[in-house]
């Protein structure tokens, strides 16, 4: 027979194992606030992630078109970042994993992947979608408002105008009348 703390001994032992076995296969957490974002042309968008893992994970960004993957960045959090030439001066990488792109195209539209490596080697992907919308007569609305305005103002002085002129009329027409004698007696001449 056993001692009773050699059983629990063991079972310790077992429990710990399946501790350590399920948090290793769940070493990297990657969460996101939404799986696509979408911004104008020469706008930003947000890439926002939250990263949990044991020690310290290499955070790498790719972009994956029909043409094929490119590279944007790659980092150890904390360090600095390591930007590709294509995507200088538009990039920000920020403490927690997430990405920045500035000064949009319409290229920039499609699949957005980042790729998280522990230090033992295992990684996990996690992939987000980016719409670039293009902003066609922004001004439209204020445009509209300015012609109504215009036309209203000037039906308004055409309006005006009218008036003035058959006041003009008026006044022209009373003074000729004023000017003129009532009565005025002419004289026959006979034939």
């Known amino acids: ?13 077992i429990l710990y194992l399946i501790f350590c076995l399920c948090h290793h296969t769940q070493a990297i957490t990657i969460q996101v606030s939404g ?17 949990a893992c044991i020690g310290t994970p290499t955070v790498r960004w790719t972009f994956s078109s029909v043409s ?10 904390g360090g600095s970042a390591n930007v590709t030439q294509m995507y200088e001066g538009r990039v920000q990488t920020h403490p927690n994993g997430s990405l920045t792109i500035s000064s949009l195209r319409l290229q920039d539209s499609g699949y957005y992947i980042i790729t998280v490596t522990d230090m033992s080697g295992n990684s996990k992907d996690m992939g987000l979608v980016l719409s670039v919308t293009e902003v066609l007569h ?3 609305p204020f445009l509209v408002v300015f012609v109504i305005v215009l036309a209203t103002l000037a039906a308004f002085l055409m309006l005006c105008v009218w008036l003035l002129n058959k006041l003009y009329r ?3 027409a009373w003074i000729q009348r004023r000017c003129l004698p009532e009565h005025t007696e002419t004289e026959l001449q006979p034939l």
């Open 138 to 140: 922004e001004d439209v």
């Open 35 to 51: 799986n696509s974002v979408t911004a104008p042309v020469q706008g930003s968008a947000l890439f926002s992630v939250d990263i």
């Open 68 to 77: 094929g993957q490119q590279r944007i960045a790659a980092w150890v959090l």
């Open 170 to 172: 008026f006044i022209k």
């Open 1 to 13: 027979m056993r001692p009773a703390w050699r059983c629990l001994s063991q079972n310790a032992h």
